[in-house]
């Protein structure tokens, strides 16, 4: 399987939950994301990861966990959410984050997304 | 505040006309520029990017687009868009004082009547 890929493609989740979403990316890239995507906003960086090393925490809640345990793999674990948390979320890699490279080997790759509801 | 303006959300076009998606930031400095596009059903994906040289630069399908750097824009253009030209237009900007920072605009939608 070649780009990135995202599992779930969908997921319903309670509040008092605790899920994943999961990312792979087949590329050989060293640098990974994650996006927030909601209705009728620009895509929210949450997280960037270089070669498994977090460089980027948008101030996001500690209710998102990433975790990256190799440079192929990147999770978002989900504990206790809001309903305004319901979105898309993208995962993308990059051969390297912008902040090595100067922004040329920075063009992303982006996988299909997650659709999170959170009831 | 820092941002990415896309100032049209919705544009509709008869196929053959000419296409041009406005893209201003507000971010200074040295800046990376990108457009993705997002065909229904499918993954963002590049379209066309910027990094230093030639302002103007071609991407695939037949789109370019004009870095303007006194404008802090970057303008999408197509002289004549086609029905499978549909989709989500996004502007990106990587400013490199910022470091590891994207900043995308909320996205044009673009349908192509045939």
């Known amino acids: 399987e070649t780009g990135v890929t995202q599992t779930p493609r969908h997921l319903v989740m309670g509040m008092t939950n605790k899920k994943s979403l999961k990312c792979e990316q087949h590329?050989?890239?060293?640098?990974m994301y994650w996006y927030k995507q909601s209705a009728k906003k620009p895509l929210e960086l949450m997280f960037v990861y270089s070669l498994e090393e977090r460089v980027e925490n948008n101030s996001v809640p500690s209710r998102f966990s990433p975790e990256c345990p190799n440079s192929s793999h990147l999770f978002l674990h989900l504990h206790t959410l809001q309903p305004e948390d319901s979105a898309l979320y993208l995962c993308?890699?990059?051969?390297?984050?912008?902040?090595?490279?100067?922004?040329?080997?920075?063009?992303?790759?982006f996988g299909p997304g997650t659709r999170l509801t959170v009831t | 505040a820092q941002s990415v303006s896309q100032h049209n959300h919705h544009v509709i076009l008869s196929e053959a006309a000419s296409l041009e998606l406005g893209c201003n930031y507000s971010?200074?400095?040295?800046?990376?520029l990108f457009w993705y596009v997002q065909y229904p059903g499918q993954h963002l994906q590049l379209l066309l990017k910027?990094?230093?040289?030639?302002?103007l630069v071609k991407g695939i399908k037949g789109f370019e687009a004009e870095f303007i750097k006194s404008k802090f824009s970057f303008n999408l253009r197509k002289p004549s868009v086609q029905w499978s030209d549909t989709a989500e237009y996004f502007c990106a900007v990587n400013a490199l004082n910022t470091g590891n920072q994207f900043y995308f605009g909320t996205g044009t939608s673009l349908t192509v009547i045939p």
């Open positions: 910027y990094f230093s040289g030639d302002p």
């Open positions: 971010y200074g400095g040295t800046v990376n």
């Open positions: 590329l050989g890239h060293n640098a």
């Open positions: 993308a890699s990059s051969q390297d984050p912008p902040g090595r490279s100067g922004g040329r080997s920075a063009e992303q790759y």
